[in-house]
């Protein structure tokens, strides 16, 4: 029943921002890190960000300055603000829900991609 559905992907120019949106239904959403990772074509999967339960976030360096985890509680959902996007950010942009003691409590959405082009 555990189901992260991705929204927000699409196309979009050098320089310009998308936000991505993820919600969660099925878990106590509270207790759950969070987490964003893409894989680009003929890549391996890559963590681009965590959100702990208690707010703490973390950034691979290639992004850092330009994304921003967040996430509403309330609202079950956690976001992607993707500023000053560039061509290297293209990929497949998956949500990670991670009990946050229990890791083998960990579910992924199945992505929605991310294209940046002029």
């Known amino acids: 029943q555990v189901q992260p559905v991705e929204s927000g992907g699409g196309l979009v120019q050098p320089g310009g921002s998308l936000r991505l949106s993820c919600a969660v239904s099925?878990?106590?959403?509270?207790?759950?890190?969070m987490g964003w990772a893409r894989q680009a074509p003929g890549k391996q999967r890559e963590l681009v960000t965590t959100i702990t339960k208690d707010g703490t976030t973390n950034y691979v360096d290639s992004v850092k300055g330009r994304f921003t985890i967040s996430r509403d509680n309330d609202k079950r959902t956690v976001y992607l603000q993707m500023n000053s996007l560039k061509a290297e950010d293209t990929a497949v942009y998956y949500c990670n829900a991670r009990h946050w003691t229990i890791s083998t409590k960990s579910y992924w959405g199945q992505g929605t991609q991310v294209t940046v082009s002029s």
């Open positions: 099925g878990i106590m959403f509270s207790e759950y890190d």
